[in-house]
């Protein structure tokens, strides 16, 4: 069973960035395409990046594009996936979920101040 971790969560003022890391591990998260969805208060949760396997092949949403990254590190029977988000902004404040598969994590608190 997959175990992941989100960090890198925080308070950061707008037009700042911030990298998310997410650790998954359970010995077969290497074979997986990895996600970072978020929710605002409030909101339903909103797709915001993801990224195969092997990493080569990434998504980024409508909302977030040209402004966040998602890159990931396959190592041995852990896998870490990045978000780099860059010029956040208000609106981005919520709780951002990494997902493979059927897992999550708990989630990780990004607020960005105006």
């Known amino acids: 069973q997959e175990r992941l971790v989100e960090s890198g969560g925080g308070l950061v003022q707008a037009g700042g960035s911030l990298r998310l890391t997410c650790e998954a591990s359970g010995g077969t998260s290497s074979a997986f395409g990895m996600n970072w969805f978020r929710q605002a208060p409030g909101k339903g949760r909103e797709f915001v990046a993801s990224i195969n396997a092997n990493g080569d092949t990434t998504l980024v949403g409508d909302s977030v594009k040209g402004r966040f990254t998602i890159s990931r590190d396959n190592a041995g029977d852990k896998s870490f996936v990045y978000l780099q988000m860059s010029s956040l902004r208000t609106e981005g404040t919520a709780v951002y979920y990494c997902?493979?598969?059927?897992?999550w994590g708990p989630g990780t608190q990004v607020t960005v101040s105006s």
């Open positions: 997902s493979a598969s059927d897992f």
